[in-house]
T-cell receptor
Framework: GQSLEQPSEVTAVEGAIVQINCTYQ??????LSWYQQHDGGAPTFLSY????GLEETGRFSSFLSRSDSYGYLLLQELQMKDSASYFC??????????FGAGTRLFVKA | GAVVSQHPSRVICKSGTSVKIECRSL??????MFWYRQFPKQSLMLMAT?????????EQGVEKDKFLINHASLTLSTLTVTSAHPEDSSFYIC???????????FGPGTRLLVL
């Protein structure tokens, strides 16, 4: 079967750094993606890791360890507008993208 | 970046009626489109994968006769919820992928409320 595990909620303060972890089990693996979704909106693509290591895009970074079936999204210099749900997603051998349950991030002033 | 539109954004219908939702890729050709369903505060559940010119591939547990998907062109896919019932009320989101690329571009979603 396929499963992705990520924390249901994370709370942090403005300006801080937060890490959202994701572990996965899939039949075939082609990469780990991260999406952001604000309440009532559609998901937007943040990052994609196909190989081990860290990918940095501005305040957001994403890490992958294929041997550990693990990745994380790192958000730096948190802003109030970062309050949203964050989904990790894996692309399996069928080229479908399967989403985790999502992590709700609450950023406090 | 790539833009995907969905229409309508919101629909309220009576139980037993059918509802058609359109998903369009506005500035690129989408070889593959995906349809998702999302309940409040839950994840996106993949319903089906649609490739242009061929039949959609439905996920386990999704009734193909109830959720009709047509991908008639490289820029348009439609989802028809037939004989809708209150339990079909949900947020339906489409996404499009260009070629074998990784990024999926999501439409803004359609909120369906069946009374």
């Amino acid at each position: 079967g396929q499963s992705l595990e990520q924390p249901s909620e994370v709370t942090a303060v403005e300006g801080a750094i937060v890490q959202i972890n994701c572990t996965y089990q899939t039949s075939g693996f082609y990469g780990l993606s991260w999406y952001q979704q604000h309440d009532g909106g559609a998901p937007t693509f943040l990052s994609y890791n196909a190989l081990d290591g860290l990918e940095e895009t501005g305040r957001f970074s994403s890490f992958l360890s294929r041997s550990d079936s693990y990745g994380y999204l790192l958000l730096q210099e948190l802003q109030m507008k970062d309050s949203a749900s964050y989904f990790c997603a894996v692309r399996d051998r069928g080229f479908k993208t399967i989403f985790g349950a999502g992590t709700r991030l609450f950023v406090k002033a | 970046g790539a833009v995907v539109s969905q229409h309508p954004s919101r629909v309220i219908c009576k139980s037993g009626t059918s509802v058609k939702i359109e998903c369009r890729s506005l500035d690129f050709q989408a070889t593959t489109m995906f349809w998702y369903r999302q309940f409040p505060k839950q994840s996106l559940m993949l319903m089906a994968t649609s490739n242009e010119g061929s039949k959609a591939t439905y996920e386990q547990g999704v009734e193909k006769d109830k959720f009709l998907i047509n991908h008639a062109s490289l820029t348009l896919s439609t989802l028809t919820v037939t004989s809708a019932h209150p339990e079909d009320s949900s947020f339906y989101i489409c996404s499009a992928r260009q070629g074998r690329g990784e990024t999926q571009y999501f439409g803004p979603g359609t909120r369906l409320l069946v009374l």
